[in-house]
């Protein structure tokens, strides 16, 4: 398997564009998982979805964010407009709890380093 | 609302010697999760410890849990250069509806030769 696929692995951006954040999840995991990475924050859940369908998106920052999952092999993190505190590493990670010996072991994919000039 | 806690926050060792990062958590949880992560990459899982008085070994590290304590402790031998990341622990609750992992603040760890 792939693993979980993420892309842009590099976006850099001017204050107030929009950005999209792209994910893939490993095949047949029916969990997807937002994070953001920052030196001062640590590592931050943002949204997470099953079966596409949106669960906890608590820590969605502000009205900027929105996340979607159009399909079970698809989704987004978009931030409009964008701010340089938005600067961070982006993750996504997607797990299948229905693998009782992994309980809800998470993959991550390679992460998205955002930066907002 | 479930609380994470390792310590130490930093840690710098020789090689050759052994340490223990220690992980507590604030309620109760069967399940622990370890990940490894390098500078500038992603996270990698490590251990997946799912009962009380689990124990898992990887090379130069074994991890185990005790959840009467709420402690889990990711203990190091030896340690060789290459060990040096970023761990983390992460706690979850066993019941459907729950599947989010809860992160501690990470432990870096530095070996020195």
């Known amino acids: 398997d792939a693993g979980v696929i993420q892309s842009p692995r590099h976006e850099v951006t001017e204050m107030g564009q929009e950005v999209t954040l792209r994910c893939k999840p490993i095949?047949?995991?029916?969990?997807l998982f937002w994070y953001r990475q920052t030196m001062m924050r640590g590592l931050e859940l943002l949204i997470y979805?099953?079966?596409?369908?949106?669960?906890?998106d608590s820590g969605m920052p502000e009205d900027r964010f929105s996340a979607k999952m159009p399909n079970a092999s698809f989704s987004t993190l978009k931030i409009q407009p964008s701010e340089p505190r938005d600067s961070a590493v982006y993750f996504c990670?997607?797990?299948?709890?229905?693998?009782?010996?992994?309980?809800?072991?998470?993959?991550f994919g390679p992460g998205t380093r955002l930066t907002v000039l | 609302e479930l609380k994470v806690e390792q310590n130490p926050l930093f840690l710098s060792m020789q090689e050759g010697k052994n340490y223990t990062i220690y992980c507590n958590y604030s309620?109760?949880?069967?399940?622990l999760y370890w990940y490894r992560q390098d500078p500038g990459k992603s996270l990698e899982s490590l251990f997946v410890?799912?009962?009380?008085?689990a124990v898992k070994q990887e090379g130069r590290l074994m991890a185990s849990l005790d959840t009467k304590a709420r402690l889990s402790t990711l203990h190091i031998t030896a340690a060789v250069h290459d060990l040096s990341a970023t761990y983390f622990c992460a706690v979850d609750r066993a019941n459907f509806g729950n599947e989010k992992l809860t992160f501690g603040t990470g432990t870096r760890l530095t070996i020195i030769p």
């Open positions: 990670a997607s797990s299948s709890p229905r693998l009782a010996e992994r309980g809800n072991e998470q993959f």
């Open positions: 309620t109760t949880s069967d399940r």
């Open positions: 979805f099953n079966n596409n369908v949106p669960i906890d």
């Open positions: 410890l799912l009962s009380n008085g």
């Open positions: 095949s047949g995991h029916d969990y």
